[in-house]
């Protein structure tokens, strides 16, 4: 078991656990196991091209995806890049999205195909992504 450490967040505990425990089950989506291995590899593909972006440190980064093992993956990519996660209600309007948006003023915002529709109203950049 893992000791609290002041330094400690759930992204360095996900990867100390991609590292030890790989096949271990860190998610069950549609009946398919995800492995901590693999969710600790697509948090550092997401956190990589974050990082490729130029982001400064500390950007707000909007999320607009459905509940997923991907989602996340999303969100802890972004914490391991140094920047802001905001998830996005995606039971909002866009008409809501962009005013909550306006009071975040997020730098960019990750959306699978269902967020991309919520950002419409929006002048925030939008990456697309699956969601799987």
């Not at 609290?4 to 656990?17: F, I, K, L, N, Y």
């Not at 291995?37 to 490729?52: F, H, I, M, Q, Y």
């Amino acid at each position: 078991m893992l000791q609290p450490s002041p330094r400690m967040s759930v992204v360095t505990v996900v990867e100390g656990h991609g590292r030890r425990l790989r096949d271990k089950a860190a998610f069950v989506e549609g009946g398919r196991p995800v492995g901590y291995g693999e969710l600790w590899d697509t948090v550092r593909a997401v956190a990589g091209g974050l990082s490729e972006r130029g982001l400064p440190g500390g950007s707000v980064i909007a999320v607009a995806m459905a509940p997923s093992w991907a989602h996340a993956a999303v969100l802890l990519g972004i914490m391991a890049s140094g920047n802001v996660a905001c998830p996005v209600n995606t039971r909002l309007t866009p008409r809501e999205v962009a005013a909550y948006l306006g009071v975040v003023e997020p730098a960019l915002a990750v959306c699978d195909p269902g967020g991309v529709g919520l950002m419409s109203r929006s002048a925030v950049p939008v990456i697309a992504v699956d969601g799987d």
